[in-house]
């Protein structure tokens, strides 16, 4: 995918069920998502109104007007000494996966962390996610912490791994 083939944007409000949407569609491969069940446009309003282009940036990615993908930067931990560290999700439709959509946005938010004062970047992926654990590796991510069968996904226990990446030249 070239850069004259998308834009890279932060989400409105109006990009919302199209978050939503690509969202749910990772619920039922149970490879991506703990949530078991669909979720809202309500139930999300107040995770999308956390997200800032200064702080915590959500970005969308287009192409020809339609949502194809979501990168969001969230809060780790809650507490103002883990204000340099963002845990990084990435979400694609099912029909741009495997476009190297994660990589786009992986480069542009390693790039962007000395902007938004991040010296941290987490990722919290299922054991058996293999897709995403490679793509994290690739751009420098190194295993964390493992958390063995703490997610039950239709009766079978799946391990997480904390996968994260420290970012040179954050300016902090």
């Avoid at 749910?24 to 997200?51: C, Q, Y």
């Avoid at 931990?77 to 694609?92: F, K, L, M, Q």
């Avoid at 991040?118 to 990722?123: D, E, H, M, N, R």
């Amino acid at each position: 995918m070239t850069e004259d083939q998308y834009t890279i944007e932060h989400a409105q409000v109006s990009d919302l069920e199209d978050i939503v949407r690509i969202y749910n569609s990772t619920i039922a491969g149970r490879m991506v998502t703990a949530d078991l069940e669909p979720v809202t446009v309500e139930s999300k309003l107040n995770w999308f109104m956390e997200h800032n282009e200064h702080q915590r940036p959500l970005w969308i990615m287009k192409s020809e007007g339609k949502v194809m993908a979501w990168l969001s930067f969230q809060s780790f931990y809650g507490r103002a000494a883990y204000d340099a560290t963002a845990e990084i999700s990435i979400y694609v439709s099912e029909d741009c996966r495997g476009a190297g959509i994660g990589g786009i946005f992986l480069e542009k938010a390693i790039g962007e962390c000395p902007r938004l004062g991040i010296t941290s970047l987490v990722g919290f992926v299922f054991g058996h996610n293999a897709p995403s654990l490679k793509l994290l590796r690739r751009f420098g991510f190194e295993d964390w912490g493992f958390l063995p069968g703490v997610a039950v996904l239709d009766g079978v226990q799946r391990d997480l791994v904390i996968i994260g990446r420290k970012i040179d030249n954050a300016g902090l």
